[in-house]
């Protein structure tokens, strides 16, 4: 008991002295000071309930993914069929009731036609993702599956999460909280995030960036009427562009879509000195753009935003080099955002708000402060009855409750984690519970002293016997705080987080920490006996 070797004392105080050393920075700030910015700064984040903010809830229509599906399926078969050698050539192509349809024109074609098209539907998982039917021996009908369709909406959901988290991330907010919720949507929380509508128009909008050829065969009358011609589809313009409250039609495949950017910034056009959005494709997105321009000069076509039309410039001359500019009536603000919004990249279905909530400064103020006095109350409390009970051991256990709170602190902080209001919750608890080891170790002491044994004796199977309930009851605490987190969401979480490194925290500053003080005590003293 009364060994205890110089590195171990090193090692436990370099623990202890680095976690409280990363809390100094968040007590600072919860204080109400400000810490220099030339200083490192692992803080701790304050969630929305506690540094108010924006909370947004979007919902996702799966019949747009469909659509969208039976878009790509479209103009995957059109392409497999031309590109075939020698061409497949297929006619009377049908998108109605969610099902593609079409039929070959040559009857001898019908078996190879299926082996293109078998790898199209086939997808790469274990889900099939379409029903192939040929009707009539030469007509393919291909429906999809509801597995497959389930699929592609988890897949465009958990996407337009990673894009949202892009989007958010550019703004320079920190910690956001981006979950999904049931199938079809997805929970946005920013805490600290003075304009909410900055939130709603950056996670709201698409940022489907699109170039399709124009149909110059379209009538006006036509167009007026929203009559498209076979293979084309009607368009509107949008409210900042050359011909606002008109609307285009434009060929409905075989254009290019923004999934090939690279980057994306806002400059200012060398003419007119209007703010742009100067675009970057990717090696295989400026092949098929220098494709495209070169195969269509002194033809329209149109750069299409979410659904409407920004312009629709003459190809004057092949476009290469990668590199192109989207102009739209736009303000400095409106084209940062939108460059944000293609550099993150476009989401893969419309999200639509269904829910907002914001969250005043005020409010979270009030929880830390209402949340800080019961801590401090309680921590009193502990205190006392620790030191009134147990002397000079009810001293160590004090001391080791203060090291124990600014590590959990510290360590919050280097993990980056958000604190919320649960989470506060949750340090109340730590701090009752941090005793516990303390008690069943000067309670298990005085039961051996009162056996007679000598005072190391009783202390040290104080805290071997002592040591086992310890462990196991925080392993049964830690497995419920990984299944709160794992199963959890929002405030859940944060209480998990909260509960588990306090579990750590509490046994390191309980057992090791005191045992240390302990030892150094008597081995200095040697008492004759235990005010216990």
């Known amino acids: 008991m009364l060994d205890f070797p110089l590195w171990k004392r090193v090692m436990l105080w370099l623990i202890a002295a680095a976690a409280i050393a990363a809390a100094v920075p968040s007590v600072v700030s919860l204080a109400g000071g400000r810490w220099p910015a030339s200083l490192p700064n692992p803080m701790v984040n304050l969630g929305l309930d506690l540094a108010g903010g924006s909370h947004i809830l979007l919902e996702a229509d799966p019949r747009q993914v469909a659509a969208q599906r039976l878009e790509n399926l479209e103009e995957n078969v059109r392409g497999a069929m031309r590109d075939a050698s020698p061409r497949v050539r297929i006619g009377d192509v049908s998108t109605r009731d969610g099902r593609l349809s079409f039929l070959i024109d040559d009857a001898a074609e019908v078996d190879r036609a299926r082996e293109l098209i078998l790898p199209l539907i086939n997808g790469t998982g274990t889900v099939r993702e379409w029903d192939l039917q040929v009707v009539d021996g030469q007509r393919f009908v291909l429906t999809p599956t509801s597995q497959g369709l389930a699929e592609a909406t988890d897949q465009a959901m958990d996407s337009a999460k990673e894009v949202i988290s892009r989007r958010i991330d550019a703004l320079g907010t920190r910690e956001p909280t981006i979950i999904r919720q049931g199938e079809n949507r997805i929970v946005v929380q920013v805490p600290g995030l003075q304009n909410p509508e900055q939130v709603k128009e950056l996670v709201g909008r698409t940022a489907k960036l699109e170039f399709k050829l124009v149909d110059l065969t379209a009538l006006p009358a036509d167009i007026q009427q929203g009559i498209a011609p076979p293979g084309s589809e009607i368009v509107p313009y949008a409210a900042g562009s050359d011909a606002p409250g008109q609307a285009i039609a434009v060929r409905r495949l075989g254009g290019i879509r923004g999934d090939n950017l690279t980057g994306a910034q806002q400059s200012f056009d060398p003419q007119s000195n209007e703010p742009v959005v100067t675009i970057q494709f990717n090696t295989e997105g400026g092949r098929r753009f220098a494709q495209l321009t070169s195969e269509n000069v002194n033809k329209p076509f149109a750069i299409i935003l979410d659904g409407e039309v920004l312009s629709a410039p003459n190809i004057n001359e092949p476009i290469r080099g990668g590199t192109a500019q989207i102009s739209g009536g736009f303000t400095v603000d409106a084209a940062n955002q939108l460059a944000i919004s293609l550099r993150s990249g476009a989401l893969p279905v419309d999200l639509a708000v269904v829910e907002e909530r914001t969250v005043g400064p005020d409010l979270g103020a009030d ?49 980056n984690t958000t604190l919320t209001l649960p989470g506060i919750a949750g340090f109340v608890l730590t701090i ?56 959890g969401s929002g405030p859940i979480k944060g209480f998990a987080v909260v509960l588990v490194i306090g579990l750590f925290t509490s046994v390191f500053t309980a057992l090791p920490l005191t045992r240390m003080w302990v030892a150094g005590w008597l081995r200095k003293n040697r008492p004759s006996d235990l005010n216990l």
């Open 367 to 415: 929880s830390i402060r209402q949340g800080l006095t019961a801590m401090a109350i309680g921590t009193l409390l502990v205190i006392v009855l620790m030191i009134v009970t147990y002397g000079r051991f009810g001293v160590f256990a004090t001391v080791a409750l203060v090291i124990n709170v600014l590590m959990l602190l510290g360590i919050m902080a280097v993990m």
């Open 432 to 487: 009752g519970a941090a005793v516990d080891a303390n008690v069943l170790v000067n309670e298990r002491i005085r039961e051996e002293r009162k056996r007679g044994r000598r005072v190391v004796a009783a202390v040290e199977a104080g805290y071997k016997e002592a040591s086992r309930a310890i462990y196991d009851a925080n392993i049964t605490n830690f497995i419920a705080g990984v299944l709160l987190f794992m199963f």
